[in-house]
C-alpha cells in the first residue's frame, strides 16, 4: 500500500508562484509514472504535470511553460513548482503514484487558490 501526502497550496495572487510537494511512504522502487492532477467544480478530474519512469514528461496544454514536475527519488518525493499562476489554476491538486500501468494511489489533495 502506498500513502501520499500533498503540502504547499495555498492562496496566492495571480502571478505569483506555488511549489506542492508530495510525499510517498509504504512502498519503494520505481513507479510506472508519478503526477499531479487538478480538480475544479463541475469538472472531472484532469492531468496537469506527469513524469514517467524512462523520464518523460507530459504537461498540459494550460500550464506548460509555467509549471515543472520534479522528483527526488532518494526522498520520495515529488514536486510541481508553479509559476505565473492564473485564476483557471485554482483548484484541488492531487499527487498520483502509477507503480504500474492500471494501479493507481492519490494523496488526499491540496487547494491551490489564485486570486485576481
Known amino acids: 500500500q502506498v500513502q501520499l501526502v500533498e503540502s504547499g497550496g495555498g492562496m496566492v495572487q495571480a502571478g505569483g508562484s506555488l511549489r506542492l510537494s508530495c510525499v510517498a511512504s509504504g512502498r519503494t522502487g520505481s513507479n510506472y509514472r508519478m503526477g499531479w492532477y487538478r480538480r475544479t467544480p463541475g469538472k472531472e478530474r484532469e492531468s496537469v504535470a506527469l513524469?514517467?519512469?524512462?523520464?518523460?514528461?507530459y504537461y498540459a496544454e494550460s500550464v506548460k511553460g509555467r509549471f515543472t514536475i520534479s522528483r527526488d527519488s532518494a526522498k520520495n518525493m515529488l514536486y510541481l513548482q508553479m509559476n505565473a499562476l492564473k485564476p483557471e489554476d485554482t483548484a484541488i491538486y492531487y499527487c498520483n503514484q502509477a507503480p504500474n500501468v492500471g494501479q493507481n494511489f492519490w494523496g488526499q489533495g491540496t487547494q491551490v487558490t489564485v486570486s485576481s
Open positions: 513524469i514517467f519512469r524512462n523520464g518523460n514528461m
